[in-house]
């Protein structure tokens, strides 16, 4: 087979950092609290918005959370989950109640990423799979935390919620719905592997056992 050189449009060491950003890229649960710039906050937000959506349909919202006495409740909801969760997991219960799964009080900003409503009209790329839509907005979350990354700021993506308390907390309109709080802010330091990789939590697999040939489990 033919190998085609790629089209040089970045150099070795553009091309060196987004790797570099990918793998330094951390889920961040320590903050300090110092103010994030609104300028670099843009430029976030302007990565989020370049993400591919399925046909276009660009379904992310986005709620930056200013006032005080919201975020403290949305600290409420998170610490009821978080109860929930440590519940449904039985035997690991107290393992999970250890690991800090959120920087919701001390980070500097808080957003929360969601669904729009009305996506039943977009068909394209969703007729047999209507969750392209979350798969969507998770790229866009995705831009987010490696724009942060290279800005040298933390993200952390908490999920623990009931999204219907938060929906009404934030006024979000029927069928729309919150599928992320994401806390962004200065860090002391990334953590140099993830989280819950440095407590025991879970470990991260080896590439070659996910990756298949022809068949579900066909060696390489
Ligand atoms: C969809 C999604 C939801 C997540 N929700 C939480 C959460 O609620 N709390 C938390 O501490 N981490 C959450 N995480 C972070 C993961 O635990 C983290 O990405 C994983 O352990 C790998 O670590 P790394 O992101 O530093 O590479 C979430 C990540 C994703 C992709």
Known sequence: MHMKTAIP???QQEIDAIYRVMAQRRDVRHFV??????????????AAHL???????QPWRFIRIQDAALR??????VEAERDCTASALGERADAFLRLKVE?????????VVALMGQREAHIFGRRTMPEMDLASVACA????????RAE??????VSLFEPQALAQLLAIPPGATPVAIICLGHVEKFYPKPMLEMEAWAQR???????YTDQWGGAV
């Open 141 to 148: 979350i995705q831009n987010m935390w490696l724009a942060s």
């Open 152 to 157: 040298g700021l933390g993200m952390g993506w």
């Open 33 to 46: 609290p110092d103010a994030v710039d609104p300028t670099v906050l843009t430029r976030i937000l302007g």
């Open 51 to 57: 993400a591919p959506s399925v046909g276009l349909m």
């Open 205 to 211: 697999r080896t590439l070659v056992d996910l990756v």
């Open 103 to 111: 920087g919701l009080r001390e980070c500097g900003e808080v957003i």
């Open 9 to 11: 449009d970045f150099t």
């Open 72 to 77: 403290a409740q949305m600290v409420q909801l």
